[in-house]
């Protein structure tokens, strides 16, 4: 039987002040995250995406953060998938980056609307024309009854149909913003005293209010 009480790090590594961090928490994210590309770590865009239907009921996953501004944090999936119905009908969301090697983790929260389709479209050019014909053949989040073969099937009858060129950026495909009303840093620290510095949007001015939390 797997001994799990005992599975545990203390961390050392770094530490993170509240009067030290960046006033604007979009920047102070843009710095961590590039260390954690310095750092050479796998996927650092990678970050948990958690939903919840209209009654409540959460879901999460694994997707990958392509662009974030000031204006949010950028992804893209299938409308028609159980995340995309779910930001439908309950636009709240979070999000949570974790980057083990630094550790480190950044929780977002806010609201969550769709890019534009010119957005959408210009992103869906630029991937890979494979993962363009995947995203076209793919029922996301629905039961598929004639197994792997019938979505190889589908998506090999598109390219017969559309060739190098690749297919257009289908209606049911496109991008997320997400809006942050707060954005959390945590740094691990030593016998897990870590350091939580919260930035909560002030809704007048556009300013941030900074705070720390207990671990």
């Given at each position: 039987m797997r001994d799990l009480a005992s599975l545990r790090l203390d961390y050392s590594a770094r530490s993170l002040d509240e009067y030290e961090v960046d006033p604007d928490p979009v920047r102070q994210f843009a710095?961590?995250?590039?260390q954690a590309v310095t750092a050479q770590l796998r996927e650092p865009n990678a970050m948990t995406l958690a939903t919840a239907s209209s009654d409540g009921i959460p879901s999460a996953?694994?997707?990958?953060?392509?662009?974030f501004n000031e204006s949010g944090f950028v992804f893209f999936t299938n409308y028609e998938s159980q995340k995309g119905r779910e930001l439908a009908a309950n636009p709240h969301a979070a999000l949570v980056f974790f980057w083990n090697e630094l550790e480190r983790q950044v929780r977002v929260q806010g609201l969550v609307e769709k890019t534009t389709r010119a957005e959408s479209?210009?992103?869906f050019k630029i991937r890979p024309v494979k993962s363009?014909?995947?995203a076209a053949a793919s029922p996301q989040s629905t039961a598929v009854e004639g197994g792997r073969e019938w979505l190889e099937e589908r998506m090999l009858t598109l390219e017969e149909e559309f060739g190098e060129a690749g297919p257009a950026c289908p209606p049911f495909w496109g991008g997320y913003r997400l809006s942050p009303r707060t954005i959390e840093f945590w740094q691990g620290r030593r016998s897990r005293l870590h350091d939580r510095v919260l930035y909560t949007r002030i809704e007048t001015g556009g300013l941030w209010k900074i705070s720390r939390l207990a671990p």
């Open positions: 710095t961590w995250f590039d996953r694994v997707v990958l953060l392509k662009e479209e210009a992103y363009q014909y995947g």
